[in-house]
């Protein structure tokens, strides 16, 4: 699958390493995905049929941050700047390590299509459509801490993230000043965001907060 090198984008994951996405028109009205970590499988779906419940697998992940910047549906038929794209994506992040590799992945696809398709979202709405894309097409109920990490963190500093506002602030940690540093173990746990214990919180929490008199995410979106 030919792609051209342009827009390249890259999300860091929680400084745990990289996702990148490289992309291209397509006049057909197609998404064509392909990864470094599947080499020699190609992925073509047709934008205006992806819907939660329409692609599985790792492509779910790219094809939900497409629906989600509105890339399906009418707008996506025909040419033009929301027409079909060709995406590569590479990533170092360990999948199923708890490192955010999805998230990772999915923040730098939303870069891209932000290029691809002259959307001109800033950091926040790019947030919000890729925890929608993970939510409704992957299925899993994930909060958008991951995303917002993905999409403004720094070397050498945290993200305090306002999960009401969907805003965010960058701290420096000054680490090497201090002689200090953040060790990342892998235990070899892995884990998906789609398992059972993890679909089910959610629910548990909401039933939780109605309990305590409260309105889930009361005020902004949880975590």
């Given at each position: 699958m030919p792609v051209p090198a342009q827009p390249h984008a890259l999300a860091d994951a929680a400084a745990s390493g990289f996702a990148e996405a490289y992309g291209g028109h397509r006049a057909d009205g197609?998404?064509?995905?392909a990864s470094a970590q599947f080499p020699g499988e190609v992925v073509t779906v047709p934008l205006a049929l992806v819907a939660p419940g329409t692609v599985s697998g790792w492509p779910a992940y790219p094809a939900g941050v497409?629906?989600?910047?509105?890339?399906?549906?009418?707008r996506a038929?025909?040419?033009?700047?929301?027409?079909?794209?060709?995406?590569?994506?590479?990533?170092d992040v360990p999948a199923g390590s708890g490192l955010s590799s999805s998230a990772a992945l999915e923040c730098a696809v939303g870069l891209a299509l932000n290029d691809l398709w002259e959307l001109h979202a800033d950091r926040g709405e790019l947030a919000r459509a890729c925890r929608a894309a993970e939510n409704?097409?992957?299925?899993?109920?994930?909060?958008?801490?991951?995303?917002?990490?993905?999409?403004?963190?720094?070397?050498?500093?945290a993200v305090f993230l306002d999960c009401r506002a969907i805003r965010a602030e960058i701290v420096p940690l000054a680490l090497d000043a201090a002689g200090l540093e953040i060790v990342l173990a892998d235990t070899g746990d892995r884990h998906?965001?789609?398992?059972?214990?993890?679909?089910?919180?959610?629910?548990?929490?909401?039933?939780?907060?109605?309990?305590?008199?409260?309105?889930?995410?009361q005020g902004g979106d949880p975590a």
């Open positions: 197609m998404l064509a995905v497409a629906w989600a910047l509105g890339g399906a549906g009418k038929a025909g040419p033009g700047p929301r027409g079909g794209v060709s995406l590569f994506i590479d990533s409704e097409v992957v299925g899993a109920p994930t909060g958008i801490m991951d995303q917002f990490a993905s999409l403004a963190g720094e070397a050498g500093a998906e965001s789609t398992a059972h214990y993890i679909v089910s919180r959610d629910p548990r929490c909401r039933r939780a907060a109605r309990h305590r008199h409260r309105r889930p995410g």
